[in-house]
């Protein structure tokens, strides 16, 4: 009888495990995939011109995408500068006050603004900043994705600093140590691999967004790295090769797509190494 | 200073007292409509252990902590009066006041992102002192007083959390002693410690209170008799006694505290 229940027990241990390495492996297919794919359309562009070189004039065969990768990286370095710091400023918020109505207001638009389709983002800062400045521009394209990026920090900031135990708070301002002060050097520290993470799934989202930056940045076939200017960027040089009637572009936005994936999954790495050498709480 | 008679049970604990160094007059806390200390007045002097024991929700660790206005960060209010050196110590900024009464906490809690060294020195580094060569010193002084430095001193860059459960105590312990405390608030710091480790904590707190005034909250009443000079008996939010650790022990004025210290409740 015993053996019996023991045998069950492994089995179903056994069930569930092949389930787990089941769901792995369907998370991962997609991701071999794509990057498969991607590469098998795209490597035919691939090469050093491809990030060196500007994109050639329509009816030229070659030419590279170097201004959007620069394009794309100003755009994302705009968006942090205004992300980041608001993200991070309005977690240790939610995270220090956590019961006021404020907070529950804020919280709860954080959420919703969370959800709300990047295009529509793209509308506010057409109207905010394109409009009133009269032309798109590399600031108007950062905004947009600096909105983007704030409710993801917000909320991870907040969920980390709040899994930082009360006690290292309390040991702070037992030492006499300002509140603020303790916030800042005792628990955002302590927290600083959780919100890193959270800065990066933000960064790796706004890098991929192309719908807000049509009307912002709107995307650039010169070299530009003027911020009151159109500035191209990968997303919009994708989407424009891929509607493109010519193969060489269609290529194009296929091997642009490629190192698009592979940048993101670049900058994962050189976080995890970064935080890796951290403390850990 | 203030001198205002207190009640009668602290007049038998002063004979042979040294100066009064805080003095609480009917102190009343409350979290919420939870009445939680009721006209507490003892005196705290200088250079004793005063031990504070009582059944769990006793109100001991809120008297604690609202020796250093640490009862505000978890919701408390407070009725009556706390004198430190003759102020009241509500009317002081309270990161002044946790300079001058400082907390070790029942579960040790060094700073996990900072080094051994740093950590000593957290209270003094983020008060601004950047002086380097003096926030050395004072890492060995106060690892030192803390009888940690033996233990510590070939791997001072460490975290603060890579040493055992006693260490990390006694690094807490000299982290307090950084910022030159006259009280040292200690919360049942030996609770979560083998008897070894708690053997040297209570050496320890015989040896600074040459130099600091100290109370203690303490379950283990062994620990009690051990280390303090003076013992309070807490029960429901009410002080019972206060005397003289030996008396307490072994000679009770009340017949709760005897009930207590004798293992008949709590």
Not at chain 1, 138 to 164: D, K, N, Q, S
């Amino acid at each position: 009888m015993n053996n019996f229940y023991f045998k069950w027990r492994k089995l179903k241990n056994t069930l569930v495990f092949s389930l787990s390495i089941f769901g792995v492996i369907l998370v991962l297919v997609p991701l071999f995939f794509i990057l498969y794919y991607t590469l098998k359309q795209g490597i035919g562009a691939i090469n050093w011109d491809f990030f060196t070189q500007m994109p050639k004039p329509v009816g030229e065969t070659g030419g590279g995408m170097a201004n959007a990768i620069v394009g794309t990286g100003i755009l994302i370095g705009l968006g942090s500068l205004m992300g980041i710091p608001i993200g991070i400023f309005a977690g240790i918020y939610l995270a220090d006050k956590p019961k006021g109505a404020f907070a529950f207001v804020v919280r709860f638009l954080t959420d919703v603004m969370n959800g709300i389709p990047s295009i529509v983002v793209g509308v506010v800062a057409y109207i905010l900043i394109v409009i009133p400045m009269k032309r798109f521009s590399a600031l108007a394209g950062g905004f947009a994705l600096g909105i983007l990026m704030i409710p993801l920090i917000t909320r991870t900031t907040e969920e980390m600093i709040r899994l930082v135990p009360n006690s290292f708070r309390e040991a702070g301002l037992g030492l006499g140590i300002p509140r603020w002060k303790t916030t800042l050097s005792i628990i955002l520290p302590a927290a600083f691999k959780g919100i890193f993470t959270g800065i990066l799934l933000s960064v790796a989202r706004a890098a991929g967004e192309t719908a807000p930056l049509l009307f912002t940045a709107l995307g650039n076939r010169f070299w530009s790295v003027q911020l009151d200017q159109p500035i191209a960027s990968m997303t919009v040089f994708i989407y424009d090769y891929a509607k493109a009637p010519f193969n060489d572009w269609n290529q194009q936005a296929w091997a642009a797509s490629f190192v698009l994936i592979v940048l993101v999954l670049i900058l994962n790495i050189i976080f995890r190494v970064v935080t890796r050498k951290s403390y850990t709480a | 200073m203030n001198e205002i008679v207190s009640s009668t049970t602290i007049a038998d604990a002063k004979h042979d007292e040294p100066a009064l160094r805080m003095r609480t007059l009917n102190l009343n806390a409350f979290f919420g409509a939870n009445h939680a200390l009721k006209d507490i007045s003892l005196d705290i002097r200088n250079n004793k252990v005063l031990a504070i024991i009582g059944p769990s929700g006793c109100g001991k660790s809120t008297f604690l902590r609202s020796l250093n206005r640490m009862h505000e960060e978890v919701g408390g209010t407070i009725k009556g009066s706390i004198l430190l050196d003759g102020e009241d110590i509500m009317k002081k900024d309270p990161v002044h006041l946790r300079k001058k009464v400082g907390m070790v906490f029942q579960k040790a809690n060094p700073f996990p992102t900072m080094s051994i060294a740093e950590n000593v020195v957290a209270g003094l580094k983020l008060n601004g002192h950047r002086n380097k060569s003096r926030l050395k010193e004072i890492v060995e002084e106060c690892l030192k007083r803390a009888a940690l430095w033996d233990e510590v001193k070939d791997s001072l860059h460490k975290p603060g959390n890579s040493i055992s459960g006693g260490q990390q105590q006694r690094l807490c312990i000299a982290r307090t002693l950084a910022v030159e405390p006259e009280v040292i608030l200690m919360d049942e710091p030996a609770s979560a410690l083998d008897p070894i480790s708690t053997a040297k904590i209570e050496e320890l707190i015989f040896e600074l209170k040459k130099k600091y005034t100290i109370v203690i909250v303490t379950h283990n009443m062994q620990q009690a008799s051990r280390v303090s000079d003076l013992t309070a008996f807490f029960y429901m939010g009410q002080l019972i006694e206060i005397d003289k650790t030996t008396n307490i022990f072994t000679a009770p004025k009340n017949k709760q505290t005897e009930d207590y210290v004798t293992g008949r409740f709590g």
